[in-house]
């Protein structure tokens, strides 16, 4: 009996040692990757730059502690993290005149995703091939293929990636269901228009551009304090670019031919004139600011009340919909424009921003702003990001079963993907950005009267950029001299 | 004989470094030396480099070195449409701006001085002088914010009073208007400033005596006031004229230029070229242009005040 107790002790120690063993074995990675970790015991400092009053950008920093922890447990270093922050207009400058001088000052900057080729052709950003390849963990599967088209790489058509993508971003439709919802109104539409008013996000999907701009009318109510519809035409960044370039190539038109550099008989088509003046058009159901909106105008108006609808970007849905709007909006597809078949197309131009590591770190800040990557991807941080608010980009996140119904305009973000693109990976993006800007809103304000000629200007100065820079293979033609708006 | 001479005279103490540079002639060139390398540092040499970038094919964001070019650059902006409007919108904005605040600030300065035992005085020129002292980014935004039709309390007055509500920053038709009473709001307390001055440097004996013989007010304005004060108040005008053609931020913090390009005047141009689309070449070529119209402008300012100087030299001299 005693023998076999000895005995029973010396196999429970046996197992107990073994069950030690294992687990020593399992944590051993961590723990022999703390000891080696050449940081283990360093203090770092992290400055991320990243958007004003843009919530995905904070919620970088935001979550930044549960890193801290996780790194100190895992490779042994402590990390605190800053945050730096301008405008979407200012925020390129601030990175670009920094990164010139090979400052360090900021150590990860969320960019914009035009910007990529600015960034990376310089070489000021890291690039993140090699990266990749020594760390599998941020090979990500992306929900759809636009992430990686527009948030890591540069130059369009290769293979080579500069970006994480920190937020994904598209369009939405931002809808008051409490005023579309009101007792009277789907009669009342009915009978003026002769057709089912759109209730629902499936009818949405359906909604085509000339019905959309029915519903907006129907609800243009100045006369109530608030108007159908709020978009962006504002001259800064590209608030008026965006969703005019989404009409444009949602009617079947394009802004250029990335391959040759060619604009001039691209971007201004008729048909692309045609989508610029159906997008001014809509001012009319717009509150008389409307032609100075941009992102922020747009949230104040719909914020405050005095507009049904919006299109706006998804990533800026908590603004959107603030606690008194709560239960009040809901956030559906933008409308969609038939085809000849009569097909309901949408390409929309994709908003979003990804991360980019300053080329110019020392090597310890280097190693944490790739440990930060690496933790930024893991399926609980991507969790986290989304139910913050965040637009992760992950396929294993995107395709949770809960996913669409965490907030209101994720369904849509998610379903918008798929229908979204982007514009110009150019180093010289920003000068073919501020003359076509200049171009569009002279049109929308009444400076110049015809669509056509808005366009002609902005082709005529691009085709010269990109050809200035050597992108183009072709000159702008005898049409474009003296042209003036 | 060459002993005895040396012998014959005192010995020549060698100067130390201290009693060299106390010297008469060596010590104001000594109390220059800190403002001279302040100069050279943070004057003389980025202007030499703008001037050398100026004649290079240089973007920030291209990832290639600079390419000289010659005179590329300058001939692009020479034959740029958008240049020439920018500044003919500029020169618009300086003409307009500078003459009908000089206007209003001359008749506000002699309504203030003729008002000088009026309780209240005091405080009221306080708040006059009040637009002048914010920082034109503060003003832009409020201003901003009175001029939105929606939101805005102009707009709301409007639509109290029955009218519609006005897109003053929207239109493209009003906008350079609405950006320029603006600038007239802020800058009319300054030329006020400069009629007080001007109006305290006219003698009291020729105001007593054009009391006396019974001077009309136009009279009185014209032949003393204008006569004694038309220097001080031509600093004024000119100071004004420099500050007025380097205009940016209040403009682009109200407009950023636009509607389209309707207030985009030359320095907004300039700042884009450099800050937003970071061409430092061509940017730097217009910044030479821009340069040499503001020293035509100092000349002017400084030949204007030298011509008293002359004036009274001449003067002095036929008195002799």
Redesign the interface.
């Known amino acids: 009996m005693r023998k076999e107790i000895i005995t029973l002790n010396r196999r429970g120690l046996l197992k107990g040692a073994s069950a030690l063993g294992a687990t020593a074995a399992l944590s051993m990675p961590h723990i022999a990757r703390a000891q080696d970790n050449p940081l283990r015991g360093k203090s770092i400092h992290m400055s991320i730059l990243g958007i004003a009053g843009w919530v995905p950008s904070r919620l970088g920093v935001d979550l930044a502690p549960d890193f801290a922890k996780m790194a100190k447990d895992k490779y042994g270093y402590d990390v605190t993290f800053s945050y730096a922050e301008a405008p979407f207009?200012q925020l390129f400058?601030k990175a670009?005149?920094s990164l010139?001088t090979r400052s360090q000052e900021y150590n990860i900057i969320i960019s914009d995703s035009q910007w990529l080729?600015?960034?990376a052709?310089?070489?000021w950003i890291l690039p993140l091939d090699p990266v990749i390849k020594k760390n599998p963990a941020l090979d990500v599967e992306w929900y759809a293929p636009v992430v990686e088209a527009a948030y890591q790489i540069y130059p369009d058509g290769t293979k080579k990636r500069w970006g994480f993508p920190q937020e994904g971003d598209t369009m939405g439709l931002y809808i008051r269901k409490d005023l579309l919802e009101a007792p009277g109104e789907a009669a009342a539409f009915q009978q003026k228009y002769g057709r089912k008013l759109p209730m629902t996000w499936e009818d949405f999907e359906q909604l085509s551009f000339d019905d959309f701009v029915k519903l907006i009318a129907f609800f243009n109510r100045p006369e109530k304090g608030y108007n159908g519809f709020g978009g962006q035409y504002?001259?800064?960044y590209d608030f008026i670019s965006c969703p005019s370039m989404s009409v444009m190539r949602s009617t079947g038109g394009d802004v250029w031919d990335p391959s040759t550099g060619q604009i001039e008989g691209i971007f201004n088509s008729s048909s692309n004139a045609k989508a610029l003046k159906s997008w001014v058009d809509l001012l009319k159901y717009q509150?008389?600011?409307?032609?100075?909106y941009g992102i922020g105008e747009l949230i104040?108006?719909f914020a405050?009340g005095?507009v049904f609808s919006a299109m706006q970007w998804c990533a800026v849905g908590p603004a959107m919909i603030p606690d008194a709007l709560k239960d009040k909006v809901m956030v559906v597809p933008p409308p969609g424009f038939p085809d000849k078949s009569g097909k309901l197309v949408r390409n929309y131009i994709i908003g979003g921003q990804p991360w980019v590591i300053n080329a110019f770190n020392d090597p310890d800040h280097m190693q944490v702003a790739i440990d930060f990557m690496e933790w930024w991807y893991q399926p609980e941080t991507s969790l986290s990001y989304a139910q913050h608010g965040g637009n992760p980009c992950d396929k294993a996140t995107l395709s949770r079963p809960d996913f669409d119904a965490m907030h209101p305009w994720y369904r849509t973000y998610k379903y918008m993907l798929n229908y979204s693109s982007d514009f110009w990976h150019d180093?010289?993006y920003?000068?073919m950005l501020?003359t076509q800007q200049?171009?569009m809103?002279?049109?929308?304000?009444?400076?110049?009267k015809d669509p056509q000629h808005a366009l002609d200007y902005a082709a005529c100065r691009q085709q010269k950029i990109l050809f200035?820079?050597g992108v183009a293979t072709k000159q702008p033609s005898g049409a474009c001299t003296?042209?003036?708006? | 004989m060459r002993l005895a001479s040396k012998a014959s005279s005192p010995p020549r103490r060698r100067q130390s470094f201290t009693e060299f540079l106390g010297r008469r002639e060596v010590m104001p060139f000594l109390l220059l030396v800190p403002v001279l390398i302040f100069f050279i540092i943070w004057n003389t040499i980025p202007t030499l480099w703008l001037l050398g970038l100026s004649f290079y094919r240089f973007s920030l964001t291209s990832g290639r070195p600079p390419i000289f070019a010659g005179f590329y650059n300058f001939d692009s902006i020479l034959n740029d449409s958008a240049v020439w409007l920018g500044l003919s919108r500029t020169f618009l904005f300086v003409i307009l701006a500078v003459g009908i605040e000089t206007v209003l600030g001359l008749l506000l300065g002699l309504l203030f001085w003729g008002s000088q035992k009026l309780p209240g005085r005091r405080v009221a020129l306080t708040l006059l002088f009040t637009p002048m002292v914010l920082t034109p980014v503060a003003s832009g935004t409020f201003w901003r914010l009175i001029y939105d039709p929606t939101f805005g309390i102009l707009g709301s007055i409007f639509r109290g009073l029955g009218l519609p509500s006005l897109n003053f920053l929207g239109d493209a038709h009003l906008a350079f208007g609405a950006v320029l009473l603006v600038d007239i709001w802020m800058w009319t307390p300054f030329m006020v400033l400069m009629t007080l001055a001007a109006l305290a440097s006219v003698p009291k004996a020729e105001l007593e005596a054009a009391e006396i013989d019974q001077l009309s007010w136009w009279q009185r304005l014209r032949l003393v006031i204008l006569y004694h004060g038309k220097f001080i108040l031509m600093l004024g005008i000119l100071l004004r004229t420099i500050d007025a053609f380097k205009t940016m931020d209040l403009i682009y913090d109200m407009t950023f230029g636009g509607p389209g390009s309707t207030t985009e005047v030359i320095a907004i141009t300039l700042y884009r070229r450099a800050f937003e689309d970071f061409t430092m070449g061509w940017s730097s070529a217009l910044a030479v242009i821009l340069l040499l119209i503001s020293i035509a402008f100092t000349a002017t300012f400084i030949f204007v005040l030298h011509s008293r100087d002359r004036k009274q030299a001449s003067l002095a001299e036929e008195g002799a």
Do not use: F, V
């Open positions: 207009s400058q670009a005149t010139a080729g600015a960034l052709q310089p070489k504002s001259r800064e509150p008389p600011s409307a032609i100075n104040d108006a405050q005095k180093p010289a920003a000068e501020s200049e171009a809103t002279a049109y929308a304000t009444g400076q110049i200035d820079e003296g042209m003036r708006l």
